[in-house]
């Protein structure tokens, strides 16, 4: 059996490349599907927005950055081809709006998520709290433009409850990931 050498141990990013794909993907198909709390409904999807952040900031860690922006370039374009892809296949009009405004926010948080954690990274000892704040951050930030540009309705009553509450689910899932990504090992 051959050894495998370190520049074959790094060739593997693809799959984590295809991993951030295929949830932002997923992320896309479920964004229908909702559940009620408190007469509120919320998308199933908001379960897995959290470890998209993730999934980048591991990119940047164990390959680099220009890696993980790779990534998040190639799935941000794949979620839009597969809103496209989904919308013809049903007959259904693909309103320029609504990938917009998704692939805004996406592509915005994930940029800001990658840029504050790249300064976590190389500028301190990345504190678990700053780790945690830094994924809230970029939720917030995905909301803010997914609001106003996809939904543009910021000012109906039903909305507050629904972001809080998003926002809360999605703080319980960081803080694993949070203490997760504070153990994983920086690439040599």
Do not use: H
Request: with cysteine; proline share 2%.
């Amino acid at each position: 059996m051959k050894k495998r050498t370190k520049e074959q141990l790094q060739d593997d990013c693809w799959i984590y490349i295809l991993l951030l794909t295929t949830l932002a993907i997923l992320l896309e198909s479920l964004k229908k599907y909702t559940f009620n709390i408190v007469g509120v409904d919320l998308s199933i999807a908001l379960f897995f927005l959290p470890f998209i952040y993730f999934i980048s900031n591991y990119i940047a860690k164990k390959y680099d950055y220009k890696k993980a922006v790779a990534a998040i370039a190639i799935s941000g374009v794949m979620f839009v081809s597969f809103s496209a892809i989904i919308s013809f296949a049903f007959g259904e009009r693909l309103i320029l709006s609504n990938v917009s405004g998704e692939f805004c926010g996406y592509v915005v948080s994930q940029f800001i998520n990658l840029t504050l954690y790249m300064y976590l990274l190389n500028n301190t000892k990345m504190p678990i709290l700053l780790l945690y704040l830094n994924y809230l951050f970029s939720l917030i930030i995905y909301y803010m433009f997914y609001t106003l540009i996809y939904l543009n309705i910021i000012t109906l009553n039903s909305y507050w409850p629904g972001y809080f509450i998003t926002l809360g689910i999605q703080m319980i899932i960081c803080l694993p990931l949070a203490i997760l990504g504070k153990k994983t090992k920086r690439k040599n």
